[in-house]
């Protein structure tokens, strides 16, 4: 269990950390079990994070967003670093004229830390990169015509971008170098004809002005080289598989519309996949599927449901290890205003446990890693006064995370 908390108000650099507290500190023990909320003394202001990623010194870096003015259209780019023990120790509001919108995921390679952006005038894709310390932030224009960002990862020292082209309707898959060098791309409609277009394309844009649905885009590439997005194609939310080469996909696991298709996607290797969907406000998790061929249809993919969460619950996934275990542990937004952890094991699928993170204010999932302690690093959305967004991080140690393994 997480030790009992009251809130401190601590001021920091215009920061408040709303941080855990116990009446009996231990420095070990305040490293690998916490829980913190970073607040802003500019109380309208508006935060909310998109992914994280644990530093060298063990603290962390969190990519997220922030409300620019009520004249801009698109979010604009916000870093925060803590250290090992959850405490405030920087931030970055990243100028509107050097990019908005970023988009995770958050990627290390050799000693930066990567996301993608985009140009607030020509709404070209942009790589931006940060050092541990968040001492700068550098941002490169794409070398292509690449426009609106949705998803990105990092495999074989390359970027895997999922983009939307707004002349030609295409969701754009994407192979980039660490320059922005355009390797390999390719677009696919995202529906053909013009009423059925223009609703799916309304889908799209609602995204990215963050006054509709946030879709759970994705990007990656597989063991055999084929590449994937989880995005909008042939009017579904689908997951596509591509060379991103050839006009037509290779495989497509069909959604249905906007009211059914995966909401979290994470590749385990070979042709083996840990998925959750959503069906018309349902969720299903899906601990591990090998993808048929043929086109197949997500809704007839099954899952465990989970009438706990929220209609059409956004899913984080995470690949862990213990000393006795390989784990596949979901995270989500419950009904009653949490952070729910769904624990499987991943040769199996076989449920273990569950645990809630959260406490007054309501709390949803951004992102979740494993530290480099064998612990847990959980980051999230929560609610000052239930109206005031601000990210927060809980730590839940190694031996904590074993127990949850071992029920």
Not at 132 to 149: C, F, I, K, M
Not at 304 to 331: C, G, R, S, W
Request: glycine residues 10%.
């Amino acid at each position: 269990m997480l030790k009992k908390y009251y809130s401190l108000l601590l001021l920091v650099w215009g920061v408040s950390l709303l941080s855990g507290c116990s009446e009996k500190s231990n420095p070990t023990f305040d490293q690998q079990n916490f829980a913190s909320i970073f607040d802003n003394s500019k109380f309208d202001a508006s935060y909310f994070p998109i992914d994280m990623r644990e530093t060298p010194d063990g603290g962390y870096i969190v990519l997220g967003g922030r409300r620019l003015s009520e004249n801009s259209d698109f979010a604009g780019i916000y870093l925060l670093k803590a250290d090992k023990y959850g405490k405030f120790v920087k931030e970055i509001e990243v100028p509107a004229s050097t990019g908005v919108y970023p988009v995770g995921k958050l990627m290390e390679y050799q000693t930066k830390y990567y996301f993608f952006c985009m140009d607030a005038q020509s709404l070209q894709a942009q790589i931006a990169n940060v050092d541990a310390l968040l001492e700068a932030v550098s941002v490169t224009p794409v070398q292509g015509d690449l426009t609106y960002p949705a998803a990105a990862s990092f495999a074989n020292n390359n970027f895997i971008l999922l983009s939307y082209n707004n002349n030609d309707k295409l969701s754009v898959i994407s192979v980039l170098n660490t320059d922005g060098g355009i390797l390999k791309s390719k677009g696919y409609d995202i529906g053909v004809g013009s009423d059925d277009q223009i609703i799916t394309e309304k889908y799209v844009i609602e995204h990215y002005l963050r006054t509709g649905r946030q879709w759970p885009f994705e990007a990656g590439v597989m063991a055999n080289g084929l590449y994937y997005f989880n995005g909008f194609y042939n009017y579904t939310f689908s997951l596509v598989f591509t060379n991103a080469s050839s006009d037509e996909p290779s495989n497509v696991a069909q959604g249905q519309s906007d009211k059914g298709g995966l909401s979290g996607v994470s590749y385990l290797g070979a042709n083996k996949f840990a998925l959750s969907r959503f069906s018309y406000g349902n969720n299903y998790f899906l601990p591990g599927k090998d993808i048929p061929g043929g086109d197949p249809a997500s809704s007839d993919f099954g899952g465990f449901t989970l009438p706990e969460l929220v209609p059409d619950a956004p899913v984080k996934i995470l690949q862990a290890k213990t000393d006795t275990k390989n784990a596949l542990v979901y995270a989500s937004n419950t009904k009653s205003k949490q952070i729910g952890l769904y624990f499987y094991e991943q040769e199996t699928g076989t449920f273990i446990s569950s645990r809630y993170l959260g406490f007054s204010n309501p709390y949803e999932i951004a992102s979740l890693i494993q530290t480099s302690d064998g612990g847990l690093a959980v980051c999230g959305t929560t609610y000052l006064a239930g109206r005031f967004p601000r990210i927060c991080i809980f730590k839940i140690s190694k031996d904590e995370l074993s127990g949850q393994l071992d029920k």
